[in-house]
């Protein structure tokens, strides 16, 4: 049994369809209580715990094989939050614990990232056997500016038109947390898996055009104001501006190895996304 956390999130969703593909069983945990028609028709077992309750896990992980520990997004309970489900682990006997983390945590400039790197940090004196997954910006992070961008021509990008992102599909982020939470071998290894190009807005908008069959173009919007003050703001700023300085590129040779092939292209995506239109 293999249990999956924030499945009801477009990552946890995504491994838990990678697994069930392989007719493993999961344990999909859920936040709230309610139809879960996707998880379900998957044919995963749903379960309902609160993440910040470490002490209510022990059932959740009784029996389980392996975890992969997802936290939700911008969150601030992360790097404690995740800390704790660790130690909660190891008490239930659980094998093996992913965590699925990010590339580049040490980029403290990005408070999200620094929970990771706490996150990580912390598997080291946990007591269990740990893999680390740190995956890129998805692909499907702009899904819904490219549909706009297909309809309107222009392509609208908050990290400026300079700097490059190697966006991996979300398929193959699954694929990979797929490899590391049922192959040998891996304990203790951290694997980033990044999409298999660096990718400006420019270039983002010339393989829309191609895709939608028009022209379109990029557009610079720069993020008006203060940086927030509420966390998820906070951080979903920060990494703006970081992007828009540095970009967040890295190399696609430890998916490729993890998938046994190169990750999916932006233009595979677009293939999918706007294909079918
Ligand atoms: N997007 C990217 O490009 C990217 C790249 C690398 C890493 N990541 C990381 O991937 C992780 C997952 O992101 P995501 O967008 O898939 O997740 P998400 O949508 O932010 O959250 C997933 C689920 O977490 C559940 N949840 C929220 N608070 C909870 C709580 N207190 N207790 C239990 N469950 C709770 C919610 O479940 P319910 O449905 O039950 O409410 C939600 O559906 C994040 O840590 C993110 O930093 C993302």
Known sequence: MIVVTAAGG?????????????????????????????LESLGAEVVVAELTQPAAWADVLAGAGALYLIWPNFDPD?????????????????????????LRPQARAMPHHGAKDRAEQALDTAGVAWRVLQPCAYA??????????????????????????SLVDLADVAEAAAVLLTEDGLDGGTFEVAGPEPLTAPRLAELVGAAAGRDVVADDVVPAG????????????????????????GSPRVATALLGRLPRTYADHLADLLGAG
Request: charge should be positive; charged fraction near 25%.
């Open 226 to 249: 203060e940086v927030p003050v509420s966390y998820p703001a906070r951080c979903a700023r920060l990494m703006l501006d970081h992007y828009r300085s540095h970009g967040f590129t």
């Open 10 to 38: 477009q990552t946890g969703t995504a491994v838990v369809r990678a697994l069930r593909a392989r007719d493993l069983p999961v344990r999909a945990v859920v936040g709230r209580r309610g139809p879960r028609p996707q």
């Open 140 to 165: 499907q992070n702009l899904d819904e500016e490219v549909r706009r961008a297909a309809d309107t021509g222009v392509l609208r990008s908050r990290w400026g038109l300079r700097t490059a992102q």
């Open 78 to 102: 992360e790097a404690e939050g995740a800390t704790a489900l660790f130690g909660e682990a190891r008490r239930a006997g659980v094998g093996r614990v992913v965590y699925h983390s990010v």
